[in-house]
């Protein structure tokens, strides 16, 4: 596969994964942009042995841990978008709290409150 077509892959996932979400104040340099979508999301989230599904957990999870809420306000509506329940956050914010710290679990209940309020 050549780089046109991992970032066509890649521009088409970041679709999927982001829609609802308002990232036009969201601004990268040109290259950094090029990157993202040919390398992240057009071959490593490509790439067997997880599913879509498990890679946003994951992501959600590393999210948490590194305590990085502009990204979780991403990422968790991307989970929401691939069909993971609210629950299956909630529940990994509390384990992740055990190994994260008190304080990221906090911020991210916070930043899941915001972007995806209980139904």
């Keep these: 596969m050549n780089d046109e077509e991992r970032r066509n892959i890649g521009l088409e996932?970041?679709?999927k994964?982001?829609?609802g979400v308002d990232t036009a104040g969201v601004?990268?340099?040109e290259t950094l942009t090029d990157y993202t979508m040919r390398h992240v999301f057009g071959d490593l989230w490509q790439q067997e042995g997880l599913s879509?599904?498990?890679?946003s957990l994951v992501t959600c999870t590393l999210l948490v841990?590194?305590?990085r809420e502009a990204e979780q306000r991403l990422h968790?509506?991307?989970a929401r978008?691939?069909?993971i329940p609210r629950s299956a956050i909630e529940a990994m914010i509390t384990h992740a709290a055990h190994?994260?710290?008190w304080p990221s679990a906090v911020g991210a209940s916070r930043v899941l409150a915001e972007v995806w309020p209980e139904e």
């Design 13 to 15: 996932l970041v679709r």
């Design 17 to 19: 994964l982001f829609a």
């Design 27 to 29: 601004k990268m340099p």
């Design 52 to 55: 879509l599904q498990e890679r």
């Design 65 to 67: 841990a590194l305590n």
């Design 76 to 78: 968790f509506v991307g």
């Design 81 to 83: 978008n691939l069909g």
């Design 99 to 101: 190994y994260a710290g």
